[in-house]
């Protein structure tokens, strides 16, 4: 049975709330109702932060992380060790990585992994620009720190396969310490900061 909204605008509202990920209509809802209940500047603000976001954000040229400038604040400390370089799905991960405090290197966000029955290829990826980063000459090793899952290994394996054709390049892998079928984002710090410390060579993970 469909719910009877008592205004078309609070309906119109919770359809837009709903259509962000995880949030039904009864979430849905109660956060519009939520922000009935708040002050007009209160609301304004929160409109302007999402606007902001939508039209201000940037993806860094360099390893397509969330910034405000071209180059993400990452990329452009020096401190950073630039020679090593760890490879991720999405931004949520490099914030995972970041909190365990155990990997000075810089990122390569992907925006996703291989996954045929998403509909998501090779092309869709950041995967040729990894290359392009790799082929500059200055890059030492590439640490593979993708989702355990199918999806996330065959991801590796094409990656490795790619960066194969380089000489000197080491390729590595976060230790198993994350479950088989976890992501990165749900890891606690102490066991993905292990996994990166223990990283092994992405060759001895599997029998060719």
């Not at 359809?15 to 990920?21: D, R, T």
């Not at 604040?73 to 020679?83: H, L, Q, T, V």
């Amino acid at each position: 049975m469909n719910q009877k909204y008592p205004s078309s605008l609070l309906e119109t509202a919770v359809n837009e709330f709903s259509k962000l990920p995880g949030i039904g209509r009864k979430t849905a809802l109660r956060l519009v109702l939520n922000l009935l209940r708040q002050d007009m500047d209160s609301v304004e603000s929160f409109a302007s932060a999402i606007y902001n976001l939508k039209k201000n954000v940037k993806y860094c040229q360099s390893c397509f992380n969330i910034s405000d400038e071209d180059i993400c604040p990452i990329c452009s400390d020096k401190n950073r060790d630039a020679s090593t370089v760890c490879v991720v799905e999405n931004v949520k991960d490099v914030m995972a990585i970041e909190n365990t405090s155990q990997f000075r290197g810089l990122y390569h966000v992907l925006g996703g992994i291989i996954s045929p029955i998403d509909g998501i290829g090779p092309s869709d990826l950041q995967i040729d620009s990894l290359v392009e980063r790799v082929s500059a000459g200055k890059i030492k090793e590439i640490i593979l720190a993708l989702s355990t899952t199918m999806e996330g290994d065959t991801t590796n394996f094409y990656i490795y396969k790619k960066l194969s054709q380089f000489e000197g390049i080491r390729v590595s892998v976060i230790a198993r310490g994350i479950s088989i079928g976890d992501e990165i984002e749900y890891a606690d710090e102490i066991t993905l900061g292990r996994s990166i410390v223990n990283r092994t060579l992405f060759s001895e993970s599997f029998k060719i």
